[in-house]
């Protein structure tokens, strides 16, 4: 059960890690409502301490967050053009 509790916080925290670090523009309000949904959830689970059911879901939010993640790196990488 401590386990769980400690992998439903590093998934949270990796959430609102994203969302700080690469959250913005074309994404951000989705961003936004994803962590802030995180949050809401956290409080519900925790009252049952039903820390399995929160990690399900958690998990396709974080995988959204993810891939966000992946997309805004490539925006910020992209090389500048040679030819206009």
Request: glycine share 4%; with cysteine.
């Amino acid at each position: 059960m401590e386990n769980a509790r400690k992998l439903a916080e590093k998934m949270y925290n990796e959430i609102w890690h994203i969302y700080n670090e690469h959250g913005g523009y074309d994404y951000n309000d989705s961003m936004l409502c994803q962590a802030q949904g995180s949050s809401d959830a956290w409080y519900i689970y925790e009252e049952d301490e039903d820390w399995e059911g929160l990690i399900k879901e958690y998990e396709p939010c974080l995988k959204y967050m993810r891939h966000i993640k992946k997309i805004r790196i490539l925006q910020e990488s992209i090389p500048q053009e040679l030819y206009c």
